[in-house]
């Protein structure tokens, strides 16, 4: 993808803080510390989103404002036991009333750690996007650190159980990066 322009276009912390705004938009989900920020930051080519080892780093919606025209959301971290219960369930609720007002989602991507697969807070969040019916793409993160024979069987499993599509993808060798734009850009046509 050739951008010219990549900016932080807006950080939400609370419902009175959610902006109107009509562009598409791709929004990342995944678990604390599952490589979100890095993701994006590999997309954009470009190191805009901040990122951390240590998990809970990012506890607002991110806007990121492609050329004018595309939005890409770093959604908050969830399944990270060190978050403060209040400050838990105030992200929980700033995802919940972010989805009932964004508009145009052309695609929800939801990032799984290889390491981890599936787990309980997954299914919570993908149960949510279902219900919005939003076009899914799962990533699978850190593929760096497992075996291509563990890609395979986790990649299988995900297909029979929860009929999902996936995309191996790693910071370190960048590996599947150009099939996740390839994604976006189809997500996105008119
Ligand atoms: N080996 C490896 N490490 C990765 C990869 N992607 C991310 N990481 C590391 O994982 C840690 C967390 O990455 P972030 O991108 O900050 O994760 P996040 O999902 O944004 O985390 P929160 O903001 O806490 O929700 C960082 O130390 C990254 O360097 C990857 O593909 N391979
Ligand atoms: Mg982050």
């Known amino acids: 993808m050739n951008i010219k322009k990549s900016e932080l276009a807006g950080t939400f912390f609370n419902q009175s ?56 959301a770093d959604m908050p971290g969830y ?18 009333d972010f989805l009932n007002q964004v508009e145009n989602v052309r695609l929800a991507a939801l990032l ?3 390491r981890r697969g599936f787990l309980p807070p997954d299914i919570d969040t ?6 919005k019916n939003f076009p899914i793409l799962t990533i699978l993160t850190k593929s760096d650190k497992i075996s291509f024979s563990e890609q395979k069987k986790l990649n299988t499993q995900l297909i029979k159980n929860f009929g999902l599509q996936t995309i191996f993808f790693s910071i370190k060798s960048q590996a599947g990066k150009n099939e996740i734009w390839k994604y976006i850009k189809e997500a996105i046509k008119e």
């Open 126 to 131: 993908l149960a949510q996007i279902v219900e």
């Open 17 to 72: 803080q959610l902006p109107r705004d009509n562009r598409p938009k791709i929004l990342f989900f995944g678990r604390s510390n599952v490589g979100k920020s890095s993701l994006i930051n590999a997309l954009l080519e470009h190191k805009l989103a901040k990122t951390s080892s240590t998990p809970g780093k990012t506890l607002s919606i991110n806007y990121y404002l492609i050329d004018a025209k595309l939005l890409f």
């Open 79 to 96: 399944g990270f036991a060190k978050v403060a219960k209040s400050e838990r369930a105030r992200v929980r609720q700033l995802i919940t």
């Open 112 to 114: 799984i750690d290889s």
